[in-house]
């Protein structure tokens, strides 16, 4: 058995930003990293590579695992908010989340994030506009980094802390034992570690995982949300006014007939459609690069629809899965309708897409969205697109394209202390994969935050 001070179980952005303040910081800790996923140099998508234009369920998905995490292969975006993104404000105060979100974003610069451009918040004009047709615009500075440039800063990082924080890929833990020195953990290749303190990173993808180590510990968890919806592709000059200002528009909407909430998510102007997966389940992404010679024509962005679920039903992801996996049935992978097709209530085949005058960024295959998603949800997303288009009357064309689905899927949050420390004293859980926060910059936050605390502790 391998004994260590401190071991994280996750290198996603709140595993990588913890290893870099625990490397900054002197401390005599000695440190290991496990991450299920590859390291970053074979972090390689089969479709990004061009071997092959649809999923092939590779284990685990380059695009989820690995080192980065999720975060690394997506557009690199950094919403220095606490408007959206999680609750990490809730646990450390909101001007203590600001300062760390703003933190984070001098540690990427100091990478060479600061080529890219940090959008400011909306102006008051743009929240006036929004208003005036029912929409509300959320505030946020915008760090896009950009999947090319984001793989680069990450790279960068590595090479910073791989002298200092042992890390080990390819590696899942399977058990979770408490000891009175600390806590002993086993993995599927067979070893065995031992170590004071443990950091449960794991991100959205280690979600069960999680849910079983807290349910074995006596930690509780709190049922959260799933977010369902689909990803709208639109020419990029629609939106141009608004991502030409602030990046990303985070609109959200209260619909009419059912007053749900459904919002914007990860705007990419000129980006591209991806597809991630998810244990085993396809879903629908966006991307965007840095390099001007790889952007499309097109603008994507997700419509999501917020689900709260109430007792006696519990599993809120599950939920999320099974209208995914339906999907997947009848797509084998991603659905892409035209919106003129759904509203008409008739599938669009190969024949109405070839006469499509937008471009799809990713293949997919023509059918009917609304064999797959429940009717409430599918009104709301009708409901906001015409609502988005008060803004820019081209946003409900009948070329528009819609890709399903898209699956949000949040960790039950589960209960840390104010240092993101469970009841269990030297367990702390952290990132995306606490339900505590839900995106990238929140998620290098936490990290920054207990490798703060924890540096200090091993001074």
Known sequence: MKNYDMIVVGAGAAGVFMSYELTKRQNNAKVLVIEKGAMLTERECPIHKGLTDHCVSCNPCHI???????????????NITTKFGGDLHVYVGEKKATELMEYLDEVLCSFGGSEAKLYPAADEELK????????????????????????????????????????????????????????????DKGDEYSCKDLVLATGRSGSKWIG??????????????????????LPAEIFKDITDLVYESKIVYSTKKYGDHVRTFCMNPYGEVVTENTNGIITVNGHRYADPTLRTENTNFALLVTNNFTEPFKDSNEYGESIARLSNMLGGGVLVQRFGDLVKGRRTNEHRMEKCFIRPTLKATPGDLALVMPKRQLDDIIEMIYALAKLDPATAKEDTLLYGVEVKFYNSTVEVDSNLETKIKGLYVLGDGSGVTHSLSQAGASGVYVGQILADKYK
């Open 128 to 187: 006036h506009k929004a208003l005036s047709c029912d929409l509300h615009l959320l505030d946020a500075q915008v760090r896009h980094l950009g999947t090319d440039r984001n793989v680069q800063i990450l790279a960068k990082i590595y090479e910073y802390i791989k002298e200092r924080v042992d890390m080990q890929f390819r590696t899942a833990v399977e058990t979770v034992e408490k000891t009175e020195a600390g806590f002993i953990i086993k993995t």
């Open 64 to 78: 989820m695992n690995g080192y980065g995490g999720a975060g690394t292969l997506s557009d690199g975006k950094y």
């Open 212 to 233: 079983k180590v807290c349910k074995n510990l006596g930690i509780a968890t709190k049922s959260n949300r799933v977010d369902l919806g689909v990803r709208v592709e």
